[in-house]
């Protein structure tokens, strides 16, 4: 299972490559993901085999460490095997959407950091703040730290600050009531780094 999709694991279809004049053969594998409708599931092209494409499960080469990682835990892989398979480049070519594609990049060669998306698995922060947190630049642990909450409004975020600190507690509701929510919020959308409506303190 791949986040709340069942992804659906069957052999590879039989396929051949050479290497020393030998004919290799890979059967019943169960790495390939054939359903490509699961979050984080990436299509990596091997080169070592015909410059084939299979779609596999993301989170489960960042558990391993990396693609190569991930077809050694197969059980029905020997080593001589993925020694000749990734003999020769691979490269990662397509998405289907998901926090997986925050650390996928596709300039010049499609290559992901499986590292990095390991460790936004295991921080516990939402999809939505951990996009956000990487769009402005901030680590997860500051994005821990720092995250104030989700906003559709400035004057929102205002509200709540002004709730959270109490600043207005000793002021009489005569006064307070005149507090311009909407000028504050605009202050505070400069000073906290902010995307798609998701706030940071600064």
Not at 4 to 33: K, Q, W
Not at 58 to 84: K, P, Q, W, Y
Not at 148 to 169: K, N, P, R, T, W
Request: glycine share 6%; net charge negative.
């Amino acid at each position: 299972t791949v986040g709340d999709v069942e992804v659906y694991h069957s052999p590879i279809t039989e396929r051949h490559f050479y290497a020393e004049g030998e004919t290799l053969d890979i059967i019943n594998s169960d790495l390939v993901a054939n359903s490509a409708l699961a979050d984080n599931a990436i299509c990596v092209r091997l080169h070592g085999l015909d410059a084939m494409d299979f779609w596999l499960d993301g989170e489960a080469i960042a558990e391993a460490g990396s693609i190569e990682a991930h077809f050694r835990e197969d059980s029905l892989l020997t080593d001589e095997v993925v020694d000749i398979i990734f003999n020769r480049d691979y490269e990662i070519v397509d998405t289907n959407g998901g926090l997986i594609d925050n650390y996928c990049t596709f300039d010049c060669w499609g290559t992901c950091n499986f590292k990095a998306f390991k460790e936004a698995l295991e921080s516990g922060l939402d999809e939505d703040v951990i996009e956000a947190a990487t769009a402005i630049g901030i680590t997860l642990d500051e994005a821990a730290e720092k995250y104030i909450g989700h906003f559709d409004s400035e004057e929102d975020l205002a509200y709540h600050e002004v709730e959270q600190s109490g600043m207005l507690s000793d002021v009489p509701e005569c006064v307070a009531r005149y507090f311009d929510y909407e000028a504050y919020g605009r202050d505070l959308a400069i000073e906290s780094p902010n995307h798609n409506g998701h706030y940071f303190h600064p």
